[in-house]
Nanobody, 125 residues
Framework: QVQLVESGGGLVQAGGSLRLSCAAS????????MGWFRQAPGKEREFVAT????????LYADSVAGRFTISRDNTKNTVYLQMNSLKPEDSAVYYC??????????????????WGKGTLVTVSS
């Protein structure tokens, strides 16, 4: 059974940092782009970041560029999201996703091959 399991969410004060992890199991994702989306209460899901299967290319939403860093370890089948300088507006459920395609497809998140169930991030002011 293929699974993406997120961890690392929690409560943090504004200006703080968190590191999210997404561990994949059930198959190798070394040829998949992996990335993160988020959804705040009452809002639509939005793209956060994605990383190519090789790790040599990344894309970020404008709202997180310069504050968040995505990385991956294919030996561990895991993708990470380092979140620094967190703001209250970063509060959301963060979802991990994987797809064979890297690029513009990630901006709306439609048709991703795999999704995790999410981890909650709450940033207090």
């Amino acid at each position: 059974q293929v699974q993406l399991v997120e961890s690392g969410g929690g409560l943090v004060q504004a200006g703080g940092s968190l590191r999210l992890s997404c561990a994949a199991s059930g198959r190798s994702f070394s040829n998949h782009a992996m990335g993160w989306f988020r959804q705040a209460p009452g809002k639509e899901r939005e793209f956060v970041a994605t990383i190519r299967w090789s790790g040599n290319r990344t894309l970020y939403a404008d709202s997180v560029a310069g504050r968040f860093t995505i990385s991956r370890d294919n030996t561990k089948n895991t993708v990470y999201l380092q979140m620094n300088s967190l703001k209250p507006e970063d509060s959301a459920v963060y979802y991990c996703a994987a797809d064979l395609t890297f690029g513009n497809k990630w901006y709306d998140g439609r048709g991703m091959d795999y999704w995790g169930k999410g981890t909650l991030v709450t940033v207090s002011s």
